[in-house]
């Protein structure tokens, strides 16, 4: 079974709003990361948030971590087109203070960025 | 900085036949993992290698798929009777990730997209 779940399932947005997904998960982590997929392609690192840390910025991207619900935002600001992809986030799964380094992956969101 | 190769990037068997994949990690990275990822879902993790170890493989099924990791380095994942359901994109990725420590960035080669007809 999945670890993550996203939502919303599907986003649909203008060129120049904010995008924002959510990741809730069920067990203690180590780390939570968040992944891009564009269509026909790879999956593409975007940023870790450790499991001590409450948010962390890169970019145009903002993610923030709440522990205590089990939980993780991404934030996009001032899409663009470009930014059209499906959005996964996945787990450290903390497994009674070890860490295999297993990345779960939710369902993931897909957002569109019309121009 | 040379990314994961995969190969080959699409197949069609069809069923009960067998069918191999490759992935060639990033090199020094110790953490290799293989994801089945099914059409409309999140990639779900079959394998994952530390070295060449097997840290993980309890989604993988074992009555018809295998993988290896021999000296460490290339993997290889291999289906054997294929089945319909199988279709997907198998992602190999690798991450810096040393045995013990916390998982690190994983990269992701483009992935095979195997079709079993």
């Known amino acids: 079974s999945q670890q993550g779940e996203e939502d919303p399932q599907a986003l649909s947005i203008q060129e120049g709003e904010n995008a924002t997904m959510n990741c809730s998960y069920k067990t203690s982590i180590n780390n939570l990361q968040w992944y891009r997929q564009n269509s026909g392609r790879g999956l593409v690192h975007l940023i870790l948030i450790r499991s001590n840390e409450r948010e962390k910025h890169s970019g145009r991207l903002r993610v923030t971590l709440d522990t205590s619900k089990k939980s993780s935002s991404l934030l996009i600001t001032a899409s663009r087109a470009a930014d059209t992809a499906s959005y996964f986030c996945a787990t450290d799964i903390n497994a009674g203070g070890t860490s295999y380094g297993k990345l779960t992956f939710g369902q993931g969101t897909i957002l569109t960025v019309h121009p | 900085e040379a990314g994961v190769a995969q190969s080959p990037r699409y197949k069609i068997i069809e069923k009960r036949q067998s069918v191999a994949f490759w992935c060639n990690p990033i090199?020094?990275?110790?953490?290799l993992y293989w994801y089945q990822q099914i059409l409309g879902q999140g990639p779900k993790l079959l394998i994952q290698?530390?070295?060449?170890?097997?840290?993980?493989d309890s989604q993988l099924p074992k009555d018809r798929f295998s993988a290896e990791r021999l000296k460490g380095v290339d993997s290889t994942l291999k289906i054997q009777p294929a089945k319909l359901e199988d279709s997907a994109v198998y992602l190999c990725?690798?991450?810096?990730?040393?045995?013990?420590?916390?998982?690190?960035?994983?990269?992701f080669g483009q992935g095979t997209r195997l079709t079993v007809v």
């Open positions: 290698f530390q070295n060449n170890g097997v840290v993980d």
């Open positions: 090199s020094g990275h110790a953490t």
């Open positions: 990725a690798s991450s810096l990730r040393s045995l013990g420590k916390l998982s690190t960035e994983a990269f």
